[in-house]
């Protein structure tokens, strides 16, 4: 079975510079902004894969406080509702994303895929089995050191759709019947 682990903050949602206060005030991960084409990929992407069999995860990082997981369940629940909670996945800032899957959910494979904004992430997966795919989001990527699978934010939803579908080799859908 292939899964894809979607990360949150500078992939689903819009990422912002915050301070460690800031980022402990209450609500602050529940009220971010969508990046929301990426969104809009996933919501059509869902869509596409209901009669496959592919799993559909949330893999990210968190500072280990309750209010900020409920927070994040609360976006979720508002901007992608077609993510069951059990394969939401919260990691203790401290570890790593592939380290965190494999004491979670066993070994990644190739059948693995990763989306994420964050290099450091990308590395470790790759390194670990997995098949990464970086989101370019406007604010990443500017020293042009990556070299790999990738998508951008800022393209069409179905654009990100097909790009996620051609690395994971997934058969051709019919992107264009999506809402």
Not at 3 to 26: C, K, S, V, Y
Not at 90 to 101: C, L
Not at 147 to 166: F, M, N, S
């Amino acid at each position: 079975m292939k899964r894809l682990f979607l990360d949150m903050d500078g992939t689903l949602a819009a990422w912002q510079t915050a301070t460690f206060e800031e980022l402990n005030e209450p609500h602050f991960f529940a009220k971010r902004p969508t990046n929301g084409n990426v969104v809009a990929a996933m919501d059509m992407f869902h869509q596409m894969i209901a009669r496959e069999d592919i799993e559909v995860y949330i893999l990210s990082a968190v500072i280990p406080k309750e209010s900020i997981i409920n927070d994040k369940n609360a976006w979720l629940d508002n901007f992608c509702p077609f993510i069951k909670k059990e394969n939401r996945l919260f990691v203790p800032g401290e570890m790593s994303k592939a380290q965190y899957v494999q004491e979670r959910l066993g070994t990644i494979t190739e059948e693995d895929f990763l989306l994420d904004d964050y290099s450091k992430n990308i590395r470790e997966w790759a390194s670990d089995g997995g098949i990464p795919i970086k989101l370019f989001n406007g604010i990443n990527g500017r020293s042009g050191s990556f070299y790999g699978e990738y998508t951008c934010a800022w393209l069409h939803p179905k654009q990100i759709v097909a790009d996620i579908v051609r690395i994971m080799e997934l058969p051709a859908f019919d992107i264009e019947s999506i809402q």
